[in-house]
């Protein structure tokens, strides 16, 4: 049975730090591009960065280049998301997907393109 876990978020204050860990079992984590997503209430679910099979390379979405990194760990089955300089615009369920179709980057931030997913955790920031 394909799991993945997220875990690490919470309430924090505008300027503040977070790190996001996604815990992948049931199917073969390392063969999988990993990516994160989050949606604030109301809105899309929006792609926030993904990371190919073996660690490299990794893509962001414009708007969060140089505040958030993505990474990995393949021999503890985990995903990350390393989130610094957190602001209110930033508060959103955030998830963790597993996807295993090559694709151009664009179309690897886009929810439809991922076949496993987390259930999310929660990341709240207030100014």
């Known amino acids: 049975q394909v799991q993945l876990v997220e875990s690490g978020g919470g309430s924090v204050q505008a300027g503040g730090s977070l790190r996001l860990s996604c815990a992948g079992t049931g199917y073969s984590f390392s063969g999988h591009y990993m990516g994160w997503f989050r949606q604030a209430p109301g809105k899309e679910r929006e792609g926030v960065a993904h990371i190919s099979p073996g660690g490299s390379p990794a893509y962001y979405t414009d708007s969060l280049k140089g505040r958030f990194t993505i990474s990995r760990d393949n021999a503890k089955n985990t995903l990350y998301l390393q989130m610094n300089m957190l602001q209110p615009e930033d508060t959103a369920m955030y998830y963790c997907?597993?996807?295993?179709?090559?694709?151009?980057?664009?179309?690897?931030?886009?929810?439809?393109?991922?076949?496993?997913w987390g259930q999310g955790t929660q990341v709240t920031v207030s100014s």
């Open positions: 997907a597993a996807g295993s179709t090559i694709l151009a980057p664009l179309w690897l931030l886009r929810p439809e393109n991922y076949k496993y």
